[in-house]
């Protein structure tokens, strides 16, 4: 058994653990611990504090007591809004005080378009314009081309929550582009592991999602590889290799 640890901000699509959990269908097991959001709102000066180490540091405990192998902060706002630099120290802060191998929901887009192959890509975001920009900002600075960003300027994750399949596709149509390799939704407070597959077949492309990708880096942290097709491309693909 591999026990694989999260941190998740307040109560929103925390549901979707134990849903990708299944269709793992492996010997894989997915702990969630739920940090204090502070002020639920998509905006610079709330995310970083609801990214501060000292709330981060407060819910590692229950995951290591409980075994787990790696831990991801199961945000993409909370990271990416202390740019590259600042989110790696965020990582790097939360793996000391865990102690075990850490990432975050940012670096896991970054490290899944280098998984499927995808450079050139776009962003359809729950967030406001001027957070889904900061996304677009750090993805370039992963590496990636960003040709264009959706935002749909939802102020709280607890909004965010109670969007369903028409408003997920909505979003994705929206948001694509011919001309890109994948299209990345990313927000850890949007249902979106029960569509994966028909998103990638209406769209004929990888389709990449903020909760989809942060297990996926658990996984990856921890040394392991799981066939779920049903999780989408990024589950099924064998890795690409760098030269």
Sequence with gaps: MTALGFLYPG???????PRIEQLLGSDIRLDVVHT?????????DALREMGSAERLAAGVEGLRM????????????????????GAQ??????????????????FAFVHALQEVGARRVAVGATYPEDVAGLFAEF???????????RGAGIITAAEVGTWGEAEVFLLARDADREDVDA?????TALHTAAHIPALEKELGKPVLTANQVTVWEALRLADRRVNA??????FTREPIVQV
């Design 11 to 17: 109560h929103s699509a925390e549901d979707e653990y």
């Design 36 to 44: 204090d959001i502070g002020e639920d709102a998509h905006r610079v």
């Design 66 to 85: 409980g075994g787990a192998e790696s831990v991801v902060w199961a945000c993409t706002s909370g990271s990416f809004v202390y740019g590259w630099e």
């Design 89 to 106: 120290e965020q990582v790097r802060a939360l793996a000391r005080a865990a102690g075990m191998p850490a990432s975050s929901t940012s």
């Design 139 to 149: 993805l370039r600075a992963g590496g990636a081309e960003v040709t264009s960003v």
């Design 183 to 187: 299209l990345l939704l990313p927000d």
């Design 229 to 234: 097709p049903m999780l989408g491309s990024l």
